[in-house]
């Protein structure tokens, strides 16, 4: 059904949160509805700065070209906004120095381009453009409690809204579940008669650690910035280093197995000190912190299925984090959420019924479908970890591990399989193009010489062309 056509004049969408699963959905949404509010509980700065309902936000976040692509795509010249107030367009083979357990990643123009920004500032931008609808309705400070029922039982009518003392129902045609992986749909769900989704969680104990410094005065390097890859479990720390507005770096440091990066600044310093190269150390050395170090471990994979249940009632669903919430290291989570913003538009399009009845589980269904083989890419990852919880290694994910290493120690030294690999990572191509013959022989080859693994634990000398050359 295209619901601006069949509903009232007045047909209205809640979204309840306002972060960037909220705020892409509330745009695909006036395709279909008159009007649109988003519910959120903080207070929305207008300054592009930290608010409390995305505590994650303090952490490096990498926009993938996927997701770079849906933006530009929703909101026209976006990208050259973005970079006219301070974001960096990186392109991911040339400009990032990317040093993989197996040596330093072949560099080269590839156009993948990565939006480099605070998470805050990539949210504030994009809230920005959202004021331009008139259709759009913020509705600030105010938490959703619960869901209101229709007297059958079967059809969500909107949203018990919660403003300082006062609760009060906001009534709408469709409301959408965009409040992160802490929602409480399903307890929601469970009030009004109907079962949980089950849930799966994953975690492989992975902690950040981030921290924003001035560039330093003078610096000479070849690229713009720089990637640190684990190899869990022989090399389990990792980090990056990536420029944000404002002409500063942000540097995120990532643990798994429980070794967290530390919060004290020795510590945090030591952290660096240790990993595969000396290069990040060598740039913080030269540069002025800016913030305080902050700690980040809410990175479970968590997964609610929706789609399994045998009944959900109409004129309700849930997408983004809410419904599907990976591990980080793979920097998928703001693309999936403009993924499944796509895809709710597609689906209402093409939903050819008067009314919405039986939509709810059609869309679930095909979120799950669509989230799958990102959810497999994450929590592969996370199987290498020894203390993952929630999963254990089978033995195609172990062959998936020895494979993925084979591949990833071929970006060192083959264009072809970086730009694959660089693909696949970025959602532009699935990861099936991973067992392309001209990729699958050279494993093969690698599997015969054997070693690869041990190169990872040896240590790498720095190639010359990444020395950090500081003339102030
Ligand atoms: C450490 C870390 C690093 C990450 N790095 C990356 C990365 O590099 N790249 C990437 O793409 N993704 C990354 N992510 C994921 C990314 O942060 C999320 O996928 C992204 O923020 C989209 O999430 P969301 O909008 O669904 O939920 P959230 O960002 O969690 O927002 C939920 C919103 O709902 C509001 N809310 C909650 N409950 C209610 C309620 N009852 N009523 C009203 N409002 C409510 C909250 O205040 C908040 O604004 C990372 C995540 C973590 C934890």
Known sequence: ?????????NSHAIVIGGSMTGLLTARI???HYNRVTIIERDRLPDQPIYRPGVPQSRQGHVLLERGRAILEELFP???EEIVARGAHPLDMAEDLAWLTPFGWGI???LNVIMLSCSRFFLEWNVRRRLNAFPQIKFQQGSEVKGLLMDAEGVLVTGARVRTGEEEKPLFADLVVD??????????WLEQLGYLPPQETIVTAHIGYASRVYEFPEGLDADWKGFLVQTLPPYQPRGGFLLPIEGNRWLVTLGGGDGDYPPGDEEAFLEFIRTLPTPVMYDAIQKAKARSPIYCYRGTQN????YDRLSQLPDGFVALGDSVCAFNPIYGQGMTAAALSALL?????????????????????????KENAPLWEMATTEDCRYQTVVGMSPTPSVRFMHGYMD???????????VRQTLLNVFNLLTPAIALFHPKILLRVLKKVLLGGVRDRAKASKPLPSQFKLQNHA
Do not use: C, Y
């Not at 008067?354 to 799950?368: E, I, P, T, V």
């Not at 084979?406 to 072809?416: D, G, I, K, N, P």
């Open 77 to 79: 010249g976006f990208q």
């Open 178 to 187: 965009a409040s992160g992986r802490n929602s409480k749909a399903p307890q």
């Open 29 to 31: 949404l006036i395709n």
């Open 302 to 305: 968590h997964l609610r299925q």
């Open 107 to 109: 560099r080269f123009d």
């Open 406 to 416: 084979r591949v990833v120690a071929l970006t060192t030294e083959s264009v072809f």
């Open 344 to 368: 709710l538009d597609r689906t209402l399009k093409a939903w050819q019924k008067d009314s919405l009845w039986g939509f709810s589980l059609h869309f679930q269904k095909k979120l799950a």
């Open 1 to 9: 059904m295209n619901a601006q056509n069949n509903l009232s004049h």
